[in-house]
């Protein structure tokens, strides 16, 4: 295991911020991201022996955290619904609130879709290929999440964007 | 601005104030992990477990339920007149005479009991043992380990084909390399005495 361990904490060290900021930016809730994210690589740690081997591990596992975060929205989507409760402890307040107010009204895959294309600046492809969607899919989940976002923030939108 | 601009700078800035401590989260997942390992580990060999010990209370129970789901009448009796008993109803004692000349000539008497065992009592000029013999029905079929301890030793149990008409059982052999206990059985039909 010890072997293991090592080749895995090299890795940790390189893709753990960036996947707990995309998972942050979809969820905008510090403690549930760095729950979630851990979770990811727990499972990842779990399978590491095979997905070490894999051509990317990186999308790996941050398929299953994305998958995860996605999963959690559902269900504090149901729980707000059932308890009408607005409250939220362990908020880090973001710089820009508006930003991250309009984001968190969209619908999840347009949200998952909008932090992979423009924070993490993934190709159409691999966005597609992390959600399990086609690309035409992503395409129209990333071009009504910009128009809707554009509404929100009051911005234009570029038409000459994907 | 630009809605894209605005965006990417956003997320630039909402995602900078998060500095993980990774060398403690890096902790955290490997202990957490290896309990998780453990954790399936020990499920794996409950689980194990189980199986095996359910297997050995409940895997012969399970076996006798099969074997009596097997003990049923024949389908296609050539006498659909005749009430055919089914296991429980085959038990009785019923005798033969074998006629033909040897040490099994003369009065063969057999009981056949609901558990299956078989009690034979042989003419006087029999040396062999006649205990411990075992029967199974299913179907038309009959099968039995009779003289496996003498006349049929090392041989496999005789399989016969069993009809019962009239008071009378036939036993006709479709497989039994034992020629005595063929001759026993199926030489002539045995008739019910209870």
Redesign the interface.
């Known amino acids: 295991m010890e072997d293991v ?1 090592l080749e ?2 090299w890795f ?2 390189a893709e ?2 960036a996947v ?2 995309t998972v ?2 979809i969820l ?1 809730d ?1 403690h549930r991201s ?1 729950d979630i994210t ?1 979770e990811a ?2 499972q990842l ?2 399978h590491w022996r095979k997905v070490s081997r894999y051509q990317r591990p990186e999308a790996w596992v941050r398929r299953v955290a994305i998958r995860l975060a996605m999963r959690h929205q559902k269900r504090e989507r149901i729980r707000s619904l059932l308890e009408r409760e607005t409250a939220r402890t362990n908020v ?1 307040e ?3 609130i ?3 107010r309009a984001v968190g009204r969209l619908p999840r895959m347009q949200r998952a879709t ?2 992979l294309f ?2 993490e600046d993934r190709p159409i492809a691999e966005i597609a290929d992390i959600l399990e969607i086609a690309s035409s899919t992503a395409k129209v989940h990333l071009h009504r999440a ?1 128009t809707r ?2 509404e929100l ?1 009051g ?4 038409e000459d ?1 994907h | ?4 601009r ?15 401590q ?1 060398e403690v ?2 902790a ?3 202990s ?2 290896r309990r ?2 453990l954790l399936h580990r020990v499920s794996s060999v409950v689980a194990v477990a189980v199986v095996v010990v359910a297997a050995v209370t409940f895997g012969p129970r399970a076996l006798d339920g099969l074997r009596s789901l097997r003990r049923v009448a024949p389908a296609n009796s050539l006498h659909p007149s005749v009430t055919i008993p089914a296991f429980d109803q085959m038990a009785g004692m019923y005798s033969t005479t074998v006629k033909a000349k040897g040490v099994t000539a003369g009065v063969w008497t057999m009981q056949l009991r609901t558990d299956g065992t078989m009690v034979i009592s042989a003419p006087q000029s029999y040396p062999g043992a006649v205990s411990g013999f075992q029967f199974d029905l299913w179907g038309d079929r009959f099968r039995t380990n009779a003289f496996i301890g003498d006349l049929c030793s090392g041989l496999a149990p005789g399989l016969y084909r069993w009809q019962r008409a009239g008071g009378e059982l036939m036993l006709t052999p479709i497989q039994d390399d034992c020629a005595a206990r063929v001759g026993v059985f199926s030489s002539h039909p045995w008739r019910q005495r209870s």
């Not at chain 1, 911005?155 to 570029?158: C, G, L, R």
């Not at chain 2, 601005?1 to 894209?4: G, K, L, P, Q």
């Not at chain 2, 605005?6 to 993980?20: C, K, M, S, T």
């Open positions: 361990e895995y904490a940790f060290r753990y911020p707990l900021r942050f930016l905008h510090r760095e851990q690589f727990i740690l779990f880090l973001p710089r820009d508006d930003l991250a909008v932090v423009y924070f910009r976002l554009a923030l911005e234009e939108v570029d964007v | 601005m630009s809605i894209e605005r965006i990417r700078d956003g997320f630039e800035q909402n995602a900078a104030d998060l500095h993980p990774v989260m890096l955290t997942v490997v957490r992990t998780r390992v």
